[in-house]
């Protein structure tokens, strides 16, 4: 009789049984099987925080299913995904199944990084049994996370206002945006000057050089902020405008002679091959993809069969594929093209388990044109990047020769000190650093720079002829508020949550309007709300010791010293909650907060008062100051500057029903013009689906 293989979901399913061709059937869970209940904290905590599991209302016929059809095999194996989430619905699965078939029924665990060939025959002859230590895991982060949420949002909902949710690591992000803006609000701008000189050798092409020192002094200085999350750095000259108008004077009576020319080959390595977060982060860099959309889109392609598992933080790549690697390099790209030996990058994570994989393509040749037929582009988007970097850290370094040239500015005769009047012949520094790439190497593959900052050809001794002194105004900037590149980096640098629970946190905060995400044309950062700062203050008040990083990070490494063996969830789960209830009754004999509200400048067209902006179920919306005596409200409405090129109204940032930003304008239905980004307003190109336009509100 034919085993049976139970997996997560149908996609997977059909992959695996494409491989398989009929030697198992296999069946999908659509997911986890059990779950805490909704609606009730499902954990006594009187009895050892034991967790009340129950079959989910939407997976009760799933499971009446997979109960008659266990009833037919004598060997059931278990292939969900290799990772804390997949052992859980492993093991939930055999809970679930182990009484409805005969004792000498055979349950069976198996796991793959990768669906090929070679990947399921392997596992096939290597079953083991379900890993209790990572079930122990993943249900203490469950237990864990429902006894902070569950406690925390009534408590907000009583506090603050109804619809609120608190979490044990959505907080800390919140947490990091609020503080971020306040860094940013408190910072000091400074006002400061560089100067740069326009030379030429026999009066050919201009060279701009950078001015770097007065009289054997560094001009510029770096300063540093003790921020939330860490160190920032920013660096300013010591030229006020006054200053430098006098240094640029003094410029023109100067000769300039080239003191120094420095060459020296520089080489560049490939990146490693992707982990979780670096992925997320370049895909939001490079395509703006959300976290939620780049793992999304990243399971399709590994149920499909196209690249290896996609929650790892593991730079570990498998000796046969680099020794594949190796050879298609060779082969394509010629013996030169590939690296001395086979490149191995270092996991920084100290729990990663190295039996994982990076994030690799499961082919040498690129799928690239396959995966845009049958998927689209951002699939095949995706899978580009992740093809060309794995396959990159197999080729030879780039070379660069790189050039620095500096010129010394003196004058024949002495003038004023800068601002001193003391007579001395004031001597200056400049410099000027380039490339030229030699050899490409691995950007052979992954693309070469548009531009090189070519230098010209100098050398030691040679007079230059000045033409102009500039000088160039700035400000110190503040530190920048959060991408979610940067976002998903800091929650990585800091231990804060881990690679696979990054998207659904991101999500999260947004979806409740504790911050807010500018459009792709306005650098896609995040800025908290007024609901997301006072939810902030509250939480960070009440329970400073749990919204904080090094708490957070904490916890993490203890669920990661769970899944190691190496201790247990019930103590853990203890230590935590005897000061979690104490601080939940100090904070019961807080008073109710008022949410601030924004104001506007607008009057109310129905009773004269003021308008303000309030957020609502689905977003922020226009509502009089006297409500509820007042009933006016009206939809907010974000401008652009552009303009419409149909009917030359305003055009307005909107959303589709999924989340995603598109501008239209303002005079919607009556004109329907909508561009996916701002910068094609008047170009020709294909306009957004009608069916995905209407508004979440």
């Known amino acids: 009789m034919k085993g049976l293989i139970l997996v997560e979901s149908p996609t997977k399913a059909k992959t695996l049984y494409r491989f398989l061709q009929g030697k198992y059937d296999i069946e999908a869970s659509m997911g986890h099987v059990r779950d805490l209940p909704k609606g009730d904290l499902g954990v006594d905590t009187q009895n050892n925080f034991s967790p009340k599991y129950v079959i989910p209302k939407d997976k009760r016929k799933v499971v009446e299913k997979l109960k008659e059809i266990v009833k037919n095999f004598d060997k059931i194996i278990l292939a969900t995904d290799p990772d804390r989430e997949g052992e859980a619905i492993a093991y939930h699965l055999y809970y679930l199944l182990k009484n409805e078939v005969k004792?000498?029924?055979?349950?069976?665990?198996?796991?793959?990084?990768?669906?090929?060939?070679?990947?399921?025959?392997?596992?096939?002859?290597?079953?083991?049994?379900?890993?209790?230590?990572?079930?122990?895991?993943?249900?203490?982060?469950?237990?864990?996370?429902?006894?902070?949420?569950?406690?925390?949002?009534?408590?907000?909902?009583?506090?603050?206002?109804?619809?609120?949710?608190?979490?044990?690591?959505?907080?800390?992000?919140?947490?990091?945006?609020?503080?971020?803006?306040?860094?940013?609000?408190?910072?000091?701008?400074?006002?400061?000057?560089?100067?740069?000189?326009?030379?030429?050798?026999?009066?050919?092409?201009?060279?701009?050089?950078?001015?770097?020192?007065?009289n054997n002094e560094k001009i510029e200085i770096t300063s540093k902020l003790n921020l939330y999350d860490g160190e920032y750095?920013?660096?300013?000259?010591?030229?006020?405008?006054?200053?430098?108008?006098?240094?640029?004077?003094?410029?023109?009576?100067?000769?300039?002679?080239?003191?120094?020319?420095?060459?020296?080959?520089?080489?560049?390595?490939?990146?490693?091959?992707?982990?979780?977060?670096?992925?997320?982060?370049?895909?939001?860099?490079?395509?703006?993809?959300?976290?939620?959309?780049?793992?999304?889109?990243?399971?399709?392609?590994?149920?499909?069969?196209?690249?290896?598992?996609?929650?790892?933080?593991?730079?570990?790549?498998?000796?046969?594929?680099?020794?594949?690697?190796?050879?298609?390099?060779?082969?394509?790209?010629?013996?030169?093209?590939?690296?001395?030996?086979?490149?191995?990058?270092?996991?920084?994570?100290?729990?990663?388990?190295?039996?994982?994989?990076?994030?690799?393509?499961?082919?040498?040749?690129?799928?690239?044109?396959?995966?845009?037929?049958?998927?689209?582009?951002?699939?095949?988007?995706?899978?580009?990047?992740?093809?060309?970097?794995?396959?990159?850290?197999?080729?030879?370094?780039?070379?660069?020769?790189?050039?620095?040239?500096?010129?010394?500015?003196?004058?024949?005769?002495?003038?004023d000190k800068i601002g001193t009047g003391e007579k001395i012949g004031n001597t200056y520094l400049f410099d000027k650093s380039g490339s030229v790439l030699k050899f490409d190497g691995f950007l052979r593959l992954t693309g070469i720079p548009k531009e090189e900052n070519l230098v010209p050809v100098l050398k030691v001794s040679d007079l230059l002829n000045f033409h102009e002194a500039r000088m160039i105004e700035s400000k110190t900037n503040p530190p920048?508020?959060?991408?979610?590149?940067?976002?998903?980096?800091?929650?990585?640098?800091n231990g804060i949550g881990r690679p696979s629970t990054y998207a659904p946190i991101i999500s999260t905060i947004q979806d409740r309007h504790y911050v807010e995400k500018s459009p792709p044309a306005g650098g896609g950062k995040f800025t908290p709300t007024v609901i997301g700062t006072t939810v902030n203050d509250f939480l960070v008040k009440n329970f400073s010791s749990i919204d904080d990083i090094p708490f957070t990070a904490q916890?993490?490494?203890?669920?990661?010293?769970?899944?190691?063996?190496?201790?247990?969830?019930?103590?853990?789960?203890?230590?935590?909650?005897?000061?979690?209830?104490?601080?939940?009754?100090?904070?019961?004999?807080?008073?109710?907060?008022?949410?601030?509200?924004?104001?506007?400048?607008?009057?109310?067209?129905?009773?004269?008062?003021?308008?303000?902006?309030?957020?609502?179920?689905?977003?922020?919306?226009?509502a009089c100051s006297r409500f509820p005596d007042c009933k006016y409200k009206e939809t907010f409405r974000q401008e652009t500057n552009a303009i419409c090129p149909k009917d030359g109204g305003k055009i307005l940032v909107r959303k589709t029903r999924k989340g995603r930003t598109f501008y239209s304008c303002e005079n919607y239905p009556k004109c329907k013009y909508a561009v996916w980004k701002l910068q094609d307003v008047g170009k020709e190109v294909k306009p957004p689906e009608k069916t995905d336009l209407k508004k979440k509100n």
């Open 103 to 214: 004792d000498s029924v055979n349950f069976e665990r198996i796991v793959f990084h990768e669906i090929t060939q070679n990947a399921i025959d392997e596992a096939l002859q290597n079953p083991r049994q379900i890993d209790n230590h990572l079930v122990s895991a993943q249900t203490a982060r469950r237990v864990l996370d429902r006894i902070v949420g569950y406690n925390l949002s009534p408590l907000l909902w009583r506090k603050i206002k109804r619809n609120l949710s608190g979490g044990r690591v959505q907080s800390v992000v919140v947490r990091l945006v609020v503080e971020r803006e306040r860094e940013i609000e408190k910072f000091k701008s400074e006002t400061y000057c560089r100067i740069n000189v326009f030379l030429s050798k026999d009066k050919k092409e201009k060279i701009e050089f950078a001015l770097v020192e007065i």
């Open 480 to 493: 920048p508020r959060y991408s979610e590149a940067n976002l998903i980096a800091t929650l990585e640098e």
């Open 233 to 415: 750095k920013f660096t300013k000259t010591t030229l006020d405008a006054q200053k430098a108008k006098e240094v640029t004077d003094d410029l023109t009576s100067k000769k300039f002679e080239v003191m120094d020319v420095a060459q020296k080959e520089t080489k560049r390595a490939p990146l490693p091959p992707f982990i979780t977060s670096t992925l997320q982060q370049e895909a939001a860099k490079r395509f703006g993809f959300s976290s939620k959309k780049t793992m999304l889109i990243a399971q399709k392609l590994y149920e499909e069969g196209f690249i290896t598992y996609h929650r790892t933080d593991s730079y570990n790549l498998s000796g046969q594929f680099i020794s594949q690697a190796r050879h298609f390099v060779e082969q394509a790209f010629g013996k030169n093209y590939l690296h001395d030996t086979p490149r191995t990058y270092q996991t920084k994570s100290k729990m990663a388990q190295e039996a994982h994989e990076a994030i690799r393509s499961t082919n040498t040749q690129s799928k690239e044109k396959e995966i845009l037929g049958e998927l689209g582009k951002d699939f095949a988007k995706l899978y580009d990047i992740i093809y060309k970097r794995v396959i990159a850290t197999q080729m030879a370094d780039a070379i660069f020769e790189s050039t620095k040239i500096v010129v010394k500015a003196a004058s024949p005769t002495g003038s």
């Open 555 to 622: 916890m993490e490494n203890k669920l990661d010293e769970i899944a190691s063996g190496n201790n247990d969830w019930i103590p853990m789960i203890k230590d935590f909650y005897k000061p979690f209830e104490l601080q939940l009754e100090s904070a019961e004999k807080e008073e109710k907060t008022q949410i601030p509200v924004e104001k506007t400048g607008k009057t109310c067209p129905e009773c004269g008062s003021e308008v303000v902006l309030r957020m609502g179920r689905f977003g922020k919306f226009y």
